[in-house]
């Protein structure tokens, strides 16, 4: 995930962020959807 050497810290933060917030949403969905309660 290092594509880019120069990346600031704060850009680096946002990105891992952004995809723990995708994947909690992801597993919510998945979750929901499973039990049912879509």
Do not use: D, E, K, P
Not at 1 to 22: D, G, P, Q
Not at 24 to 30: A, R, Y
């Amino acid at each position: 995930m290092y594509f880019a050497a120069n990346a600031s810290t704060v850009t680096i933060m946002t990105t891992r962020f952004c995809y723990c917030l995708l994947f909690v949403v992801l597993f919510h969905v998945t979750y929901s959807t499973a039990r049912g309660r879509f």
